[in-house]
């Protein structure tokens, strides 16, 4: 034996000794956190803490009009109306009356506004009392001429007979001719005196601003008291006193891309949607294909007119027009709930969708479910706006946790 090994050796004289108390409930602890660390990961596998998320893309369940599954293409565009006019007088002067403002409908021959007419009603008067006078010196005039025609009778049968002289018989002549001169003259002046009453009047009616058509003004540009002029010509002048457009004549002018041309024919049956009343379609009809192109954007425009206007409807709002490839039936106006097909699958020869609720993939079978194009009616069996995974992978089975990806 190695003596240094002999001389490390002790005996403890210390007992060890453990209650048997403490044993218990050493051991009840280790079995605790055994109970805690199981709940724990089955806690955290149910929560997909301990399994890998499949990265998925995703689309949602949508209400689907039947025009969507016949369109050919969109175009977007304007409600514009194809009768509008800037309403202006021809005359200038001040504005002393408005009778509309903006939303009055108005009716063709409807009293607009007015202008200051005082001088041109002044100097019509005085014209037409020019006139009067005029018709006076016709009525001096044709006795006159009955005079001196009379007059020129007699002195021409004296003359023959020679019982006045030349001279007599001259003057009578020249007495007779400058009398019918003198009543053409007044007549011809009478001629003037009305045209000029009838100019005088045709200025005043300028001043008389008028609806052109029914319609809807859509703007007022001038205030009593502000001056119109034609064409703005005067400092601080304004030219026009309203816009106003007939609402009756509403029709949706839409880009047309070249490319998608020759798809597009005058009486097409369209569908029309306005950014401000999302949740409505409108029956419309291609009315004219305008016979040029914007070479700058490669489009040309196509006016879609609506096949039944709707007082909602205003100018300027933005559309968009799907062209369709037939004309709708009556039973094609309301919208079905469905899904693209690509989101549809097949499982143990079951179709269906995985619905993502609480980030995790939930099948939802869709047994005689029906295709319309490109998509599938899920009835009540989903709600509108539900997302679904989109082109699900083989793999990817009911429970899965998914992430949707960028």
């Excluded at 457009?245 to 880009?255: E, N, T």
Aim: charged share 25%.
């Amino acid at each position: 034996m190695d003596p240094d090994k002999i001389s490390r050796l002790r005996i403890d004289r210390e007992e060890q000794f453990v209650p048997k108390g403490s044993r218990k409930r050493r051991t009840i602890g280790i079995i605790c956190l055994l109970l805690v660390a199981i709940v724990g990961l089955y806690l955290a596998f149910h929560h997909g803490l301990l399994t890998p998320t499949v990265q998925v893309r995703t689309t949602s369940v949508n209400w689907v009009y039947p025009a969507q599954v016949i369109t050919e293409f969109n175009a977007s565009g304007y409600v514009v109306a194809q009768r509008k006019a800037a309403v202006a007088s021809k005359g200038t002067g001040r504005l002393i009356y408005l009778g509309v403002q903006e939303g009055s409908r108005v009716k063709e021959g409807d009293i607009v506004a007015k202008i200051e007419s005082d001088d041109l009603v002044a100097e019509r008067a005085q014209t037409e009392a020019q006139l009067s006078v005029a018709r006076s010196d016709l009525i001096r005039a044709e006795t006159e001429v009955r005079t001196a025609e009379r007059n020129n009778t007699r002195f021409t049968d004296l003359y023959d007979r020679k019982a006045v002289s030349q001279l007599d018989f001259e003057n009578a002549q020249d007495r007779y001719l400058k009398a019918k001169a003198a009543l053409e003259s007044a007549k011809f002046a009478i001629k003037a005196l009305e045209a000029n009453v009838r100019r005088l009047t045709v200025l005043i009616e300028y001043t008389v601003i008028r609806a052109p058509f029914d319609g809807v003004v859509l703007t007022k540009d001038a205030d009593v008291g502000e001056v119109v002029a034609p064409f703005g010509s005067a400092n601080n002048a304004k030219a026009a006193v309203v816009n106003m457009a007939d609402l009756a004549s509403l029709m949706v002018q839409a880009d047309v891309a070249e490319s998608f041309l020759s798809k597009v024919r005058v009486g097409q049956a369209c569908e029309i949607q306005l950014d401000s009343l999302p949740d409505i379609r409108f029956r419309g009809t291609v009315d004219t294909i305008v016979p040029t192109a914007d070479r700058t954007r490669g489009t040309v425009m196509v006016k879609v007119r609506f096949d039944r206007l709707d007082p909602r409807i205003l100018p300027e709002m933005s559309a968009r027009a799907a062209f369709l490839s037939r004309p709708l039936d009556e039973g094609e106006t309301r919208p079905f709930l469905a899904v693209h097909h690509d989101a549809a699958t097949t499982r143990n020869g079951e179709p269906g969708v995985f619905r993502i609720e609480n980030a995790r993939a939930v099948w939802v079978p869709l047994s005689g479910a029906e295709n319309v194009g490109d998509y599938v009616l899920v009835d009540s069996k989903m709600q509108n706006a539900d997302r679904v995974v989109l082109k699900p992978s083989s793999d990817l089975k009911a429970g899965d946790k998914v992430g949707i990806a960028e």
